[in-house]
């Protein structure tokens, strides 16, 4: 289990803006953040805000006033520290077609300094004083958007703050004679302090734009694929959620080729139980199919070490041969390699609670000869249906697939003609055994969903709907 641990302030807020630099086409993943999400980014951010706002620096005073009956008074104040601040009261909202905004109210903040006097021409007098600010308010609105690489960053649109109620009271020396002018200096210190939150603010939210610079905008997914997640449109804020779309597009690491296909609108249902919805297309799934078949990666050599010692059926002329006499003729004693490939991009759909992969191939079968070169034999052509299980794991999506049918057709023979129906049982062992294993050991790894910094996904679940995945999860960020 992660624990819920601090960050720069409002990190989840890069969700929200995760804002196109261009517009173009359709989203092959979009990204729902609701007012539960909003809500945990604002209990997390307040604590970093307040550490922020506890820099405030307030330059020393001086001045000259008239005090009767005494005549002038040049007094100064100087030293002065925050010694408690709070923002007991917040709240974050989501800004129709714009952003966010904050608000904070009934805050308060408490300094300590020490003043210094000088009347009459010659008598001096000094102490200490605490200032109490209550009432203070601090409201701000936030823009999201893009920058120049299509990364998020967010800016300060406007800032208010007003210091409300303040007391002040000196201790020792005279200090009943700045009680005669406290009025004067309490105005002094709430504008000095006035000044000072806003810059602060402003600086606490510009600062998140390198944590937002962290976005996996185009995330590596193994030797042969990288996914694009940058903002195909501008996100569609309402009251209580945030729409934004992502390309969610593979492609083979260093060359985007487009796949000849484009991902159709879709839309993700209006459930707002968790913190962020994320929607997976068909396409960014068929784009990944697409992009491991141009890389060879269906390519699959099988060899007799990777069938289990125990099993009868071994990869070698001996066992076919007992099916095709001509092949023990030609090949006796010898060894077989099997080549399984794809012959065209596997097709992926997406129905209610169901992940099909449709796949065309062909087998071709050799005969290892003494002097290690291989001998072709046959050809089938392949047509398989197999199943997939998807799951979330960390910031990824999983899973593993499991054979539903196998149709094969003879291509080609070297060795004569034979039915292929006799060796069904063998290639479905084959496959099921070798091939299988490998292909849900690599889907196993994971590919990365768009994430930020050192976030987790929580509370997870999966939802396999028709045209796309919907995963309803909760975030947590560490450190």
Avoid at 65 to 81: C, F, H, R
Avoid at 98 to 126: C, E, M, P, Q
Avoid at 418 to 445: C, E, G, T, W, Y
Wanted: hydrophobic residues 45%; charged residues 15%.
């Amino acid at each position: 289990m992660v624990t819920l641990g601090r960050m720069s302030p409002w990190c989840l807020l890069a969700l929200l803006a995760l804002v196109p630099f261009t517009l173009s086409a359709n989203a092959g993943v979009k990204v729902k953040l609701t007012q539960k999400g909003l809500e945990y980014a604002r209990q997390i951010g307040m604590a970093t805000l307040q550490q922020k706002l506890k820099t405030i620096k307030v330059p020393d005073l001086s001045g000259t006033e008239k005090v009767a009956p005494i005549g002038k008074v040049k007094y100064s104040l100087t030293g002065m520290q925050i010694t408690n601040l709070g923002l007991p009261k917040s709240e974050m909202g989501m800004v129709p077609g714009t952003g966010v905004s904050l608000a904070i109210g009934n805050a308060f903040i408490s300094l300590h300094g020490n003043w210094r006097v000088r009347y009459l021409h010659f008598i001096k007098d000094s102490g200490s004083f605490d200032l109490a600010v209550n009432a203070l308010t601090i409201t701000t609105n936030i823009a999201l958007k893009s920058d120049e690489t299509g990364r998020p960053a967010v800016s300060t649109v406007s800032c208010t703050s007003n210091v409300g109620s303040a007391t002040i009271k000196f201790h020792g020396g005279a200090s009943w004679l700045y009680n005669l002018f406290s009025a004067y200096i309490d105005k002094a210190l709430r504008s000095a302090l006035q000044k000072q939150i806003c810059p602060l603010v402003t600086d606490a939210i510009a600062e998140l734009n390198p944590q937002l610079k962290t976005l996996n905008v185009l995330a590596r997914v193994d030797k042969y694929a990288e996914i694009e997640y940058s903002m195909v449109a501008s996100p569609i804020v309402s009251k209580s959620f945030v729409d934004f779309s992502l390309k969610g597009e593979f492609y083979n690491i260093g060359k985007h080729k487009e796949p000849p296909f484009s991902p159709p609108v879709f839309g993700l249902p209006p459930q707002v139980n968790n913190m962020l919805y994320i929607g997976v297309s068909a396409f960014t799934a068929n784009s990944a199919a697409f992009v491991y078949h141009n890389a060879g990666a269906f390519n699959i050599f099988i060899t007799d070490d990777m069938i289990p010692p125990s099993s009868p059926i071994r990869l070698n002329t001996r066992t076919f041969g007992a099916f095709i006499p001509q092949l023990a003729k030609q090949y006796p004693g010898m060894m077989m390699k099997l080549l399984v490939k794809t012959t065209k991009q596997p097709n992926i759909s997406f129905q209610l609670n169901n992940v099909t992969l449709l796949a065309s191939g062909t087998l071709t079968a050799y005969a290892i000869l003494p002097n290690t070169t291989l001998a072709p034999l046959f050809i089938l052509n392949m047509e398989a249906s197999v199943s997939a299980h998807i799951y979330v794991t960390g910031v990824k999506l999983a899973g593993s697939v499991s054979l539903n049918r196998m149709d094969m057709a003879l291509g080609a023979s070297y060795v004569g003609p034979f039915q292929v129906r006799s060796l069904d049982n063998i290639f479905l062992m084959v496959l099921k055994v070798a091939v299988l294993p490998k292909i849900n050991a690599h889907l196993q790894q994971g590919y990365p969903l768009p994430a930020i910094g050192k976030m987790n996904l929580v509370n997870t679940q999966l939802q396999v709907l028709k045209d796309f995945m919907l995963i309803g999860t909760d975030v947590q960020f560490r450190g």
